[in-house]
C-alpha cells in the first residue's frame, strides 16, 4: 500500500483502501478562496446531515486550519458523501486510518 505525507503524518489514501471492505476513512475537507461559509456549511448539512452548529465548527476548523475531518465512517459509506461535496466545488478527500 502506497502512503502519503501530508507535512505531519502518514495517511493512507482512499485509491489505496480495499474497495469491498468496511474499512474505517475519514473523509477531509480542505480550505479554499472561493467557496463561502454559508455554502459550506449548507453543503454540511445537506449532504452529511450535520447540524447547523456543528457545520459552522466545521467551516470554522477547515478556514483556520487548513483542513478538517467532517466525517468519519466505512469507505462505501463516504464515496458518495465526497462526490456530492467535489460536485458543489469542496476540496475534499477521503483518507483511510
Known sequence: MLY???GQ?????????DVGS???AD???YNDDH???????KS???ILGHSSAQS???????HFKGKATVK???LAELRPKREALVDRGLSAVIEGR
Not at 9 to 17: F, G, K, S, Y
Not at 56 to 62: H, P, R, S, V
Open 56 to 62: 459552522e465548527q466545521l467551516a470554522l476548523l477547515i
Open 4 to 6: 502519503a505525507h501530508d
Open 44 to 46: 454540511f448539512e445537506e
Open 9 to 17: 503524518e502518514d495517511v493512507l489514501l482512499e485509491e489505496d483502501i
Open 35 to 41: 467557496n463561502t461559509f454559508d455554502w459550506v456549511m
Open 27 to 29: 473523509l477531509i475537507v
Open 72 to 74: 468519519s465512517a466505512a
Open 22 to 24: 468496511g474499512e474505517p
